[in-house]
DNA sequence: GTCATTTGGTTTATTATATAAACTAGTCTA
DNA sequence: TAGACTAGTTTATATAATAAACCAAATGAC
């Protein structure tokens, strides 16, 4: 147990945030989505959102495509390779942590 | 998905925070736990330790009492009911999440 | 045409948070 | 009685999340 609990506070900050966990959710699950996606999918309001995808996007998590559709600005987000990586690491270590403390 | 997604951003952010989870997580292992063990047990500093635990205190997930034991202070720390009771509500929210998740 | 509204966002200001470092108060040791 | 240790708390700083205000362009109503 020792270790594990240690562990906790240690884990991925960027993802364990809940607004941006449920982002990077939303991205892993459908590749590309883009800003009015998620905003609705996600409930955040879009200054929280906007925010929260530039922060994403620094960490080089996922990667933002500006462009026009039609006449209208369009955002695309998708997770990068590192974000998926990130991803997957961030819920092996939220998994592992489950397992140790139901054992209790 | 996105009802589950969307429910991410109303997790419990008094037990989501990483240092007080391992807090929480030592408790609900333990039943009781001093400020020392915790100290060891969770890998943090005196001070943030000593908030995260008035944090704690103040949403009422723990107790806390103070006494002396020979002539040193002495501070004993135990999830209450409504922490024991908030601690399993958060693993239950978030395995729901874990497994829509996975699906993807 | 022009005024209000909507789209698709960004920026700013406020509040909350986490954290280390410094401090308090007292005890033990030599 | 000086120095180091115990068991914490307080304070200062830096980082954060969030809502609200703002912006530029497009569209719709009249």
Redesign the interface.
Known sequence: ??RE??D????D?II?E??R??IV??L???ESADFNALLT????TKGNLSVQLQKLEEANYISISKSFKGRYPHTDCALTVTGKKAFRLY?QH??A??EV??L?
């Open positions: 147990m020792q609990v240690h906790i506070t240690t884990i900050r364990h809940p607004a966990l449920a959710s939303v892993s699950a459908c999918l996600t409930g955040l819920w939220y998994k942590l489950a403390i139901d209790e």
